[in-house]
């Protein structure tokens, strides 16, 4: 018998009894669309953070002031030492290793903002030239910080779009006095607009130079210092350097702490990963239920049709062949049913995407594959047992119905 | 062709043994007319069973075309059963939910038989027992007589050697019988071997050669005594279909 005949004939019994096929299929649908839609959710999530993550720049390495242990509280801290600060010089240090590209130290504080009447509090970012190229970020209009001595405390700022446009509305900014804090700046650019990043809002943001904000906030110490290596490769030799020679500079003290945004992405990735192949399995048990549900309907289907298999038995039809011929009607049940599945599951994560237009909903090509899969392999596993009842009936009792 | 020797039959019912055939030796030649006859329970069916390979001997041997096919395993019996055996059936057997024409050709689908070759088998067939225009009506669409026609169409669709009839007029009303069982004779003039399982003598009795059955054991062929002569009353013994 060829395949053609196979199908054509699985397909002519399967349309015999079409309420039941239907339903089927709507089975088998769901199964496969949850799969789809659940994955898709959760590789956007991936995707989302991914990105959010990768935005802050590439092949960073950040240093951070004080050792992180995971023993919970050191012994510095029960006697009131606070982990010894990360100075200018430090940054400037860091310069030496050869793999370094750009570096932006970052001083993070608060300030209140004033123009005439107006005024506010906003976040205030004291960092180099450099942020610009390491962070990625946009200039809109003007320039950015000038580049030249890290000591040197120049009476400028860069606004974030929001600012801006709260401060200055449509008028000039660039070049207009502000006051912050205590001391009057000069607006010699303004960012682009740029969203949301990692909870940081970039468009609320007043930038001034590292030493700036270090007056303003009478500190000298630095937040984080992001360093950008000259190449992926590169990162190790950044870290090995960074922790060399913060290592010297502090009298043989390793109280610093590097990572690389890549161990961060990665580990976000991972967790993510894991999280969406748990909610693709989760979906994946419906796929077994729709098995269980094929295997009941070819049960029925088999002693419904007691009858023609004699017939098919007494018309020259081995075994073998009886057999495929509920293979191909539960395969054909199956794929179908995830074919109608995926265009669910696709038109589902689509609306997903138009809700959510944050977050880059779309199925991993593993996900679509493994539920497709899964459902052709219920269901042709799960008609094994009414095929082999069908090819196994005797064909006397079978032509007698009974 | 076909040849029985000291085949038999018996069933496990509950815990007894109920014997179906016993002993039969039987031989036909192609061409053959025979009619089986004999009350319900004789062992008839399970006779004419044994000869389309659905069903195999407890005891004896079965030859056909000189090969031992009780010797076979399901899928070479099937494979015989294709090329060589034709069913008619009293209740037709049609699928319900195919039409005429695909009725007709299912055997030849089953045996791989090329699309192109099974069209043009089919319309012919179609032609031969008019019903080119019941082609594409389904089953329960036609009459008595039509779907029993369809049903010899298929039969026949593999040019078998043997063609079996079980009671292939029971369902029908005297004249389409009639019409139906001369269809079937029709066949024995191109060499077809036509077995007929009926109950009906008058049925039984066109046949060239009629074959009394019974309790199991064929008891004439002809009006001849071949066997030992039956009880006096098995004609009227009541015994439970044994098919």
Same mark, same amino acid.
């Given at each position: 018998?060829?395949?053609?005949?196979?199908?054509?004939?699985?397909?002519?019994?399967?349309?015999?009894?079409?309420?039941?096929?239907?339903?089927?299929?709507?089975?088998?649908?769901?199964?496969?669309?949850?799969?789809?839609?659940?994955?898709?959710?959760?590789?956007?999530?991936?995707?989302?953070?991914?990105?959010?993550?990768?935005?802050?720049?590439?092949?960073?390495?950040?240093?951070?002031?004080?050792?992180?242990?995971?023993?919970?509280?050191?012994?510095?801290?029960?006697?009131?030492?606070?982990?010894?600060?990360?100075?200018?010089?430090?940054?400037?240090?860091?310069?030496?290793?050869?793999?370094?590209?750009?570096?932006?130290?970052?001083?993070?504080?608060?300030?209140?903002?004033?123009?005439?009447?107006?005024?506010?509090?906003?976040?205030?970012?004291?960092?180099?030239?450099?942020?610009?190229?390491?962070?990625?970020?946009?200039?809109?209009?003007?320039?950015?910080?000038?580049?030249?001595?890290?000591?040197?405390?120049?009476?400028?700022?860069?606004?974030?779009?929001?600012?801006?446009?709260?401060?200055?509305?449509?008028?000039?900014?660039?070049?207009?006095?502000?006051?912050?804090?205590?001391?009057?700046?000069?607006?010699?650019?303004?960012?682009?607009?740029?969203?949301?990043?990692?909870?940081?809002?970039?468009?609320?943001?007043?930038?001034?130079?590292?030493?700036?904000?270090?007056?303003?906030?009478?500190?000298?110490?630095?937040?984080?210092?992001?360093?950008?290596?000259?190449?992926?490769?590169?990162?190790?030799?950044?870290?090995?350097?960074?922790?060399?020679?913060?290592?010297?500079?502090?009298?043989?003290?390793?109280?610093?702490?590097?990572?690389?945004?890549?161990?961060?992405?990665?580990?976000?990735?991972?967790?993510?990963?894991?999280?969406?192949?748990?909610?693709?399995?989760?979906?994946?048990?419906?796929?077994?239920?729709?098995?269980?549900?094929?295997?009941?309907?070819?049960?029925?289907?088999?002693?419904?049709?007691?009858?023609?298999?004699?017939?098919?038995?007494?018309?020259?039809?081995?075994?073998?062949?009886?057999?495929?011929?509920?293979?191909?009607?539960?395969?054909?049940?199956?794929?179908?049913?995830?074919?109608?599945?995926?265009?669910?599951?696709?038109?589902?994560?689509?609306?997903?995407?138009?809700?959510?237009?944050?977050?880059?909903?779309?199925?991993?090509?593993?996900?679509?594959?493994?539920?497709?899969?899964?459902?052709?392999?219920?269901?042709?596993?799960?008609?094994?047992?009414?095929?082999?009842?069908?090819?196994?009936?005797?064909?006397?009792?079978?032509?007698?119905?009974? | 062709?076909?040849?029985?020797?000291? %085949?038999?039959? !018996? @069933?496990?019912?509950?815990?007894?043994?109920? =014997? #179906?055939?016993?002993?039969?030796?039987?031989? /036909?030649? +192609?061409?053959?007319?025979?009619?089986?006859?004999?009350?319900?329970?004789?062992?008839?069916?399970?006779?004419?069973?044994?000869?389309?390979?659905?069903?195999?001997?407890?005891?004896?041997?079965?030859?056909?075309?000189?090969?031992?096919?009780?010797?076979?395993?399901?899928?070479?019996?099937?494979?015989?059963?294709?090329?060589?055996?034709?069913? %008619?059936?009293? !209740? @037709?057997?049609?699928?319900?939910?195919?039409? =005429? #024409?695909?009725?007709?050709?299912?055997?030849? /689908?089953? +045996?791989?038989?090329?699309?192109?070759?099974?069209?043009?088998?089919?319309?012919?067939?179609?032609?031969?027992?008019?019903?080119?225009?019941?082609?594409?009506?389904?089953?329960?669409?036609?009459?008595?007589?039509?779907?029993?026609?369809?049903?010899?169409?298929?039969?026949?669709?593999?040019?078998?050697?043997?063609?079996?009839?079980?009671?292939?007029?029971?369902?029908?009303?005297?004249?389409?019988?009639?019409?139906?069982?001369?269809?079937?004779?029709?066949?024995?003039?191109?060499?077809?071997?036509?077995?007929?399982?009926?109950?009906?003598?008058?049925?039984?009795?066109?046949?060239?050669?009629?074959?009394?059955?019974?309790?199991?054991?064929?008891?004439?062929?002809?009006?001849?005594?071949?066997?030992?002569?039956?009880?006096?009353?098995?004609?009227?013994?009541?015994?439970?279909?044994?098919?």
């Amino acid at each position: 018998m060829r395949l053609i005949d196979v199908a054509q004939f699985a397909a002519c019994s399967l349309r015999g009894s079409p309420t039941r096929t239907l339903l089927m299929m709507l089975a088998m649908s769901i199964g496969v669309a949850s799969v789809v839609v659940l994955t898709a959710l959760g590789e956007g999530a991936r995707r989302y953070v991914v990105d959010q993550f990768s935005s802050l720049g590439t092949n960073l390495v950040i240093v951070l002031p004080g050792r992180t242990e995971t023993a919970g509280i050191g012994p510095g801290m029960l006697i009131g030492q606070v982990p010894r600060e990360i100075s200018l010089d430090d940054v400037q240090a860091l310069l030496r290793s050869p793999g370094v590209k750009r570096i932006a130290p970052l001083t993070v504080g608060s300030a209140t903002l004033s123009r005439d009447a107006l005024n506010r509090e906003v976040v205030v970012l004291g960092s180099t030239s450099e942020l610009l190229e390491v962070r990625h970020m946009e200039l809109g209009l003007g320039k950015f910080l000038p580049p030249g001595d890290i000591h040197e405390s120049a009476s400028v700022c860069v606004l974030g779009n929001q600012i801006k446009r709260e401060f200055f509305g449509n008028e000039q900014a660039v070049g207009a006095w502000v006051r912050l804090g205590d001391r009057r700046f000069r607006v010699i650019g303004v960012l682009a607009s740029q969203g949301e990043s990692m909870g940081m809002r970039t468009d609320e943001l007043v930038i001034v130079p590292i030493a700036s904000a270090h007056q303003l906030f009478n500190t000298s110490g630095v937040f984080r210092i992001l360093i950008e290596a000259k190449s992926r490769d590169g990162i190790e030799q950044v870290m090995h350097d960074a922790e060399e020679i913060m290592f010297q500079r502090h009298n043989g003290e390793k109280d610093v702490t590097v990572i690389t945004q890549d161990a961060v992405i990665a580990t976000f990735d991972r967790i993510l990963t894991a999280l969406t192949m748990a909610v693709g399995g989760i979906a994946a048990i419906s796929l077994a239920v729709a098995g269980v549900l094929i295997m009941n309907v070819m049960l029925i289907a088999v002693a419904q049709r007691v009858k023609e298999i004699g017939l098919l038995k007494a018309l020259g039809a081995p075994p073998v062949q009886i057999r495929r011929l509920f293979f191909a009607e539960a395969a054909l049940l199956s794929g179908i049913g995830s074919m109608a599945g995926l265009l669910l599951g696709y038109a589902g994560s689509t609306i997903i995407g138009q809700i959510y237009p944050a977050l880059p909903v779309s199925p991993p090509w593993w996900a679509v594959l493994a539920a497709c899969a899964t459902a052709l392999g219920t269901g042709i596993l799960f008609s094994v047992w009414p095929a082999r009842r069908a090819a196994r009936l005797d064909p006397v009792a079978a032509l007698a119905g009974r | 062709m076909i040849e029985l020797s000291q %085949v038999s039959r !018996s @069933f496990t019912v509950g815990d007894q043994q109920v =014997a #179906a055939l016993r002993g039969i030796d039987l031989s /036909i030649a +192609a061409g053959d007319y025979v009619s089986i006859m004999g009350p319900s329970g004789s062992g008839k069916s399970t006779l004419l069973n044994m000869i389309g390979l659905l069903d195999r001997p407890s005891s004896g041997t079965y030859k056909l075309d000189g090969g031992n096919v009780t010797a076979l395993d399901d899928v070479q019996q099937a494979r015989v059963r294709s090329e060589k055996i034709g069913f %008619v059936f009293q !209740s @037709f057997h049609l699928v319900p939910r195919l039409t =005429a #024409a695909m009725n007709i050709e299912l055997p030849l /689908i089953l +045996a791989g038989i090329p699309p192109a070759e099974r069209k043009t088998r089919v319309v012919k067939l179609l032609e031969n027992y008019g019903l080119t225009d019941r082609a594409d009506h389904r089953p329960d669409q036609l009459s008595g007589g039509q779907r029993q026609r369809v049903a010899i169409a298929r039969a026949t669709s593999m040019h078998p050697a043997v063609l079996l009839a079980d009671e292939p007029t029971g369902n029908l009303d005297q004249a389409t019988g009639k019409e139906v069982l001369h269809l079937l004779e029709q066949l024995v003039e191109q060499n077809v071997a036509l077995i007929l399982v009926t109950h009906d003598p008058v049925l039984g009795g066109r046949a060239a050669r009629q074959i009394n059955m019974v309790d199991g054991q064929i008891v004439s062929e002809t009006g001849r005594a071949v066997g030992r002569v039956p009880p006096a009353d098995a004609e009227r013994r009541v015994e439970p279909d044994l098919r």
